[in-house]
């Protein structure tokens, strides 16, 4: 009887061995498969080719060990993806908005009273102003617009460049300006045609700019400050277009221009005023439309001051 229960015990052993090493060679084929599918997908997505970096491994049903081939080259590196571009800072936004505002202060000045800013708005460094010249007005609404308006983009200037110093930025000089660069200006409908158009994309590039001065409530609460004075511009110019008969042409596709129909510049569908990106409003005043990685041209021969300059 003895010897017999140790014949069932040893009997026992060599199944429970037999089935271990089984199991064992199932996990190692079933992990290899595993593996094999990850380099598989790994290098779909590094180089778009099922053979790329090694051998594809299947699994197998056999209770066999899975043997693998090793790979004769390096594996290829799974390509790591290009880094997003990092927003523009407060700085950036608020000296791209300076750059604009120096134009507009500019031509109103000019058209006004013949001079623009004066050397202490101009900053340490200021770039030249072509192409200004005082415009004799025949109507006494478009003088009166015109005046004020040049008052508040001055302000606008002044208030800007504080703004940035006080934050501990440093505010862009002037750029070279071109202020001729869709023509002369020499009548009340000429001004009225551009001093529009200025506007229009002034309010858009402050709409657009907003989503990057979040993390700043004071520098936030400017700029809407800021685009409110210009929607009013815009407004009381676009009344007196219609008005008067005058023409001011689109700037690009999103813009309406003035109508006896299409008295305010608004999505027909939203009733929302339009918003552009950088890249949108450089096209526009570097005479760029449709183009992209321009960075100089049009009212800014030299491209605008700042980190902000390429459409």
Do not use: W
């Amino acid at each position: 009887m003895s010897q017999l229960l140790n014949e069932l015990d040893q009997l026992t052993e060599t199944q429970e061995h037999v089935t271990a090493s089984k199991a064992e060679r199932l996990v190692e084929g079933r992990a290899v498969s595993l593996m094999s599918r990850r380099n598989f997908f790994n290098s779909i997505s590094a180089v778009g080719s099922l053979a790329a970096g090694g051998v594809l491994i299947g699994c197998s049903d056999s209770p066999s060990p899975v043997t693998t081939t090793p790979p004769t080259t390096t594996p290829t590196p799974t390509t790591t993806p290009t880094p997003t571009a990092a927003p523009p800072s407060v700085f950036d936004v608020l000296n791209f908005a300076l750059n604009l505002e120096y134009l507009e202060a500019s031509f109103y000045l000019y058209v006004t009273t013949g001079s623009g800013l004066s050397t202490a708005d101009m900053g340490s460094n200021p770039g030249t102003v072509t192409g200004g010249a005082k415009v004799t007005f025949t109507n006494s609404m478009v003088s009166s617009a015109a005046a004020q308006i040049a008052t508040h983009e001055r302000e606008h200037v002044e208030f800007l460049r504080a703004t940035i110093l006080a934050a501990g930025g440093t505010p862009v000089s002037i750029p070279n300006l071109n202020l001729t660069a869709m023509g002369a200006v020499t009548s009340d409908a000429t001004f009225l045609a551009l001093a529009r158009q200025f506007e229009g994309v002034g309010i858009s590039a402050y709409a657009g700019g907003a989503q990057y001065l979040t993390s700043n409530t004071a520098a936030l609460t400017y700029a809407a400050q800021i685009l409110h004075t210009e929607s009013q511009h815009e407004s009381f110019l676009r009344q007196l277009c219609i008005s008067l008969g005058v023409t001011s042409p689109a700037a690009d596709s999103q813009d309406i221009p003035p109508t006896a129909t299409a008295v305010f510049n608004t999505s027909a569908t939203t009733g929302l005023y339009p918003v552009r990106t950088t890249s949108q409003v450089l096209q526009i005043v570097y005479g760029a439309a449709g183009k992209t990685g321009v960075t100089a041209g049009g009212f800014f021969p030299n491209g605008m001051n700042g980190n902000i300059k390429s459409t």
